[in-house]
């Protein structure tokens, strides 16, 4: 089985393309793992900026609900809301 070790994301765009099924299928595994690397920090980041969990929520295309409940610090005490 062919594997796609490449991390740039721009190539791994290319390789869902190939007409290799299971090379393609390994290029999707690779840029989902990417995008959970990048997604977190941002979360927090908009968070800490004073974005909302419904604006962010919106942004990435998902509930207010899941969004929090992934990325939601319990440390935090602003954070234990969704309403947040």
């Known amino acids: 089985m062919a594997k796609?070790?490449?991390?740039?994301?721009?190539?791994?765009?290319?390789?869902v393309e190939d007409t290799d099924p299971t090379?393609?299928?390994?290029?999707?595994?690779?840029?989902?793992?990417w995008l959970d690397e990048v997604e977190g920090p941002l979360v927090r980041r908009a968070r800490h900026e004073g974005h909302?969990?419904?604006g962010i929520a919106i942004a990435l295309g998902r509930t207010k609900q899941g969004v929090w409940e992934r990325y939601r610090n319990p440390a935090d005490?602003?954070?234990?809301?969704?309403?947040g």
């Open 52 to 54: 909302s969990w419904h």
């Open 23 to 33: 090379l393609a299928l390994s290029a999707v595994g690779s840029l989902h793992r």
């Open 4 to 15: 796609a070790k490449d991390t740039d994301p721009g190539v791994l765009v290319q390789l």
């Open 77 to 83: 005490s602003s954070d234990n809301s969704v309403n």
